[in-house]
Structure formats: structure tokens, C-alpha cells
């Protein structure tokens, strides 16, 4: 029988490192799964028409029933630093990676989460709930509507299979699509085995960061420090879009780092509802590593150990040289993002005093992230709707005033600049409150919450009739502060 995926191209370069860098086994399928939603904008890059998205050989694909090719799927091997501490071998303990689809802009790999038992799953059962698997679809959507480099989800299969955490639950697959799934800790693995750390650097090199050279017109040493320059340029960028959008992602482990610059392994992450500098997502993290105002520092950690991977190639002085570069690359888009934020044509250097104040205003009078930056754009004409976010009027009030006499220094006029200020502040993000409603919905069958969440992420910036709910802080009643890392 003709296959919906006849007509795709495959590929499976991963597999082509060896069998030293993974254990080839299928997925553990669900029992009869349902598909829940799927990414139809990502199909239709992928080359999946809307009739295969709804064929039963997609279903079962996505529910890790059948491969994309028969004894292909593959689960990696990597190892890492958690929560500042060398935690060793690590690995893909509940995720298949089915290979790559070929699309018009590079291969796709295709990633089955809560796949089931594999040699790296440790202590775990390979599985993935419903709660979990429903947080990492809308995240990853979210993210990709907001701009900010990311892992992306296809599709989100359930079944009434069981799961045992804190209380049973049932379980879920999320498919996650990325150029590559190799992380930070893929490469600490092989640190002190030159071998196959050359191997995989070539690789990533090859396929994902060309313009590092050739490795036959470069030395190993020209290339690390090459790819490495790109790394942290591209983390450093990813991180201040995270600050920037009031994302704190709370596990932000070695092994949860791209190589790539994308946001991978969406677990007890947060868009700060209350603002607080030391917020922290995760009732894991008791020493507020992860805190938001950390997160820039520990990304430079993150870099550090991944540098320290190559100490057999690149002298320390020619490492420390590119990751010298962090903090200007860091700077440099996180100004840009606050410069577009606050609507103005142009950064002073005045500007980061002021922001400054901006954060410990926010800080001190617990205001709601999101809406102190939206409706900061009509602030000069309509005070009351930005001033009711804040506890002491009066503060406020001074903050905006000086404000609006640095906006004055514009050359472009008042409506570009609330143009400018709707166009990089959302008003929807996913807040965990609606994540939970959701949640809650699917967890009794009902799936709508699910699509009416996801249709407004897909367009953060833009008012929505009808969805002027999803744009509203939580109640007290409604209020999530931290989640746990429980999956």
C-alpha cells in the first residue's frame, strides 16, 4: 500500500557517526494512541500534506508504533553537567530519533519524546505524560511565534496508558523536529578521546556550521575555535531573547543546551507572571541557580564546560579568547531587543541606567512582565491602563516620566513608536496558568482549550477578538509559581 511518506526524501546522518555515539532500537509504541494536534505549518515544511497528517501511517509514526524507516531509529548517547555538578553518562532515556526529513531548507530530524525504555533511561520508565508532553507542544509553539531560536513540535499523541509519578497519570509522545538534537553534553562525553570528539566536531561542522572551513583546508585547533565562535554567539543571542520575553527555562543543564542555539528540553520552564529578578520555574532548583537574572551567567558557565572539551586541541588562552566574546554578543542583542521594545530608533548609553531602574521597578512593585511592556506603548496617552499594573502609582510615575523624555530624543514619530513597541512586545505568551487550563481540559477530553491556545500563540503580538482572557495575569486562585521537574 502507497505510503503519505512515499514521496519524502530521508536521511539519517546521526547514524552515520557510529555506533559508539548511540544504541539503535525502535520505539516502544503507545496502545491505541489518539493524535491530538498537529503543527500544521511544520508539516507542510516537512513536505506532509494535510491528507497525511490524518492517514493512519502518520499516526502511527508519531505514536512510535512504525518508523520512519524500518530499523533506523536510534537512541544517543551524551553525558553532562546538572545543576553545577558532573552527573557522567548520560543520554536519550526516553526519546527516539527517527532521522531526518529533507526539506528545501536543510534535513529535519524527527524525535519521538516518551518513546519508551532505552539504555540511557536509568531510573525512569521512557515514558512521558499528558501533563508534560502538553507544556513542551505549546512551548515550542510559542517560542517559534515569538522569535526566539528553538526545538519545534510536529505532533502530540495521547493514550490511556498508564504512568506512575506522584499520582497516575496517562501517557504522551511529543514528535520534536530540529535541524539537530546534539547538545553541549554530546560533546563532554567524549572529552579525553580525541577520536571521537574530532569525529563529532567534524561533523556538527559538516553539516550544521559549513562556515567553519573544511576540515581538510583547516587544523583541528582552527576549527574548534571557529565553531565555538558561532556557539557562543548563537547561545548568547538565545539568552537574551530569553531575558527579554520573561522566559526562564529551570533546568538549564549542560545536556539541555544546543549546540545549535536553539531552546531544547522543555521541562518546568516559566513566563514570569509577578516580576521578580531571582524568579525561579523549578521546586527542584532549592538554590536558585536557574533564577532569571542568572541566566545569562550560567550560559557563559554552560559554554565554559563545553570549551573545556578541547583543552587536548586548543590551548586555554586560544579557548578563553572565544568565549571573551560572550558578553559583548550578549550586549549587543539584548540592547537591540530593549531598543525595539521601548520604541526608540536608536540606543544611548544613557539608555542602560534607565533600564536598569526599568527592572528594579518591576522588581519592587511585583508587576506583571508581559503587560508593564505592552501597554508601555500607549503609556504617554492613556497613563492609568500602564500605571494600575503597579502597587505605588507615584514610582511609576517618575520612571515614565523620565521615560517619556528619553522617547522624546526619537527621530521617528509617536505612532511609529507604538508601532515599533506592539510589533516586540507580546501580548499573549504561555503562562503557566493557561498551560495548567489546558491541561486540565485534555486530562477530561476536551481538546478545544487546546486549539484556541495554540491558534493565539501563533500571533503573540496582534490583538484577538475574543481572546481578551488569554491576555489577563492569573488570579491568586489561578497563580503557579513553580513546577516541578516530575514528567
Not at 20 to 35: I, K, V
Not at 81 to 87: E, P
Not at 439 to 468: C, S
Amino acid at each position: 500500500m502507497k505510503s503519505c511518506f512515499d514521496a519524502l526524501t530521508f536521511s539519517h546522518s546521526y547514524a552515520d557517526l557510529g555506533s559508539a555515539f548511540y544504541t539503535r532500537l525502535d520505539p516502544q509504541g503507545l496502545n491505541e494512541p489518539r493524535l491530538l494536534h498537529v503543527n500544521k505549518d511544520l508539516a507542510q515544511r516537512l513536505g506532509l500534506s494535510a491528507d497525511c497528517v490524518m492517514a493512519p501511517e502518520f499516526l502511527a509514526v508519531m505514536s512510535g508504533n512504525q518508523g520512519l524507516e524500518p530499523g533506523q531509529s536510534l537512541a544517543a548517547v551524551y553525558s553532562g553537567h546538572q545543576f553545577g555538578h558532573w552527573a557522567g553518562q548520560l543520554g536519550d532515556g526516553r526519546a527516539h530519533l527517527l532521522g531526518a526529513i529533507e526539506t528545501a531548507h536543510g534535513p529535519l530530524e524527527l524525535q519521538l519524546k516518551g518513546s519508551g525504555l532505552t539504555p540511557y533511561s536509568r531510573m525512569g520508565d521512557g515514558r512521558a505524560v499528558l501533563r508534560s508532553s502538553i507544556r513542551e507542544y505549546l512551548a515550542s509553539h510559542a517560542m517559534k511565534a515569538l522569535g526566539i531560536p528553538t526545538t519545534e513540535a510536529l505532533a502530540l499523541v495521547a493514550s490511556d496508558d498508564k504512568v506512575y509519578r506522584e499520582t497516575i497519570e496517562t501517557a504522551a509522545i511529543v514528535c520534536r523536529v530540529a535541524p539537530s538534537f546534539v547538545r553541549f553534553g554530546s560533546f563532554e562525553h567524549w572529552a579525553g578521546r580525541p577520536q571521537q570528539l574530532k569525529q563529532l566536531l567534524h561533523y556538527v561542522i559538516e553539516h550544521f556550521y559549513p562556515e567553519c572551513g573544511l576540515p581538510a583546508l583547516q587544523t583541528d585547533a582552527e576549527l574548534v575555535q571557529n565553531m565555538l565562535r558561532l556557539v557562543v554567539q548563537r547561545s548568547a543571542q538565545m539568552v537574551a531573547h530569553w531575558q527579554t520575553v520573561g522566559f526562564c527555562h529551570g533546568v538549564m543543564n549542560t545536556d539541555n543546551m544546543s549546540i545549535l542555539g536553539l531552546t531544547i528540553d522543555y521541562g518546568p520552564y516559566a513566563f514570569i507572571d509577578k516580576f521578580a529578578i531571582d524568579f525561579v520555574p523549578n521546586t527542584t532548583d532549592t538554590g536558585a541557580r536557574y533564577a532569571w537574572f542568572r541566566q545569562p551567567t550560567i550560559v557563559h558557565w554552560n559554554l565554559a564546560r563545553l570549551a573545556s572539551c578541547f583543552l587536548d586541541i586548543c590551548t586555554e588562552d586560544q579557548l578563553q579568547t572565544v568565549l571573551a566574546h560572550y558578553e559583548h554578543d550578549y550586549l549587543q542583542q539584548y540592547r537591540t531587543n530593549m531598543q525595539q521594545k521601548m520604541g526608540w530608533d536608536t540606543w544611548l548609553e544613557t539608555d542602560s541606567q534607565l533600564m536598569n531602574e526599568w527592572w528594579q521597578l518591576l522588581h519592587d512593585q511585583h508587576a506583571d512582565f508581559t503587560l508593564s511592556f505592552r501597554h508601555l506603548a500607549v503609556a504617554p496617552t492613556q497613563p492609568e491602563l500602564w500605571l494600575q499594573l503597579f502597587e505605588h502609582r507615584s514610582q511609576a510615575q517618575d520612571w515614565l516620566d523620565r521615560y517619556l523624555l528619553r522617547s522624546q530624543q526619537n527621530h521617528h514619530s509617536a505612532q511609529a513608536r507604538v508601532e515599533q513597541m506592539n510589533a516586540h512586545n507580546p501580548l499573549y505568551v504561555l503562562r503557566n496558568h493557561l498551560a495548567q487550563e489546558v491541561i486540565v481540559a485534555a486530562q477530561h477530553g476536551n481538546y478545544a482549550p487546546l486549539e484556541r491556545l495554540y491558534t493565539v500563540l501563533n500571533r503573540p503580538f496582534k490583538e484577538q477578538d475574543g481572546a481578551e482572557d488569554l491576555a489577563q495575569p492569573p488570579s491568586p486562585e489561578q497563580r503557579i509559581v513553580a513546577l516541578s521537574c516530575s514528567s
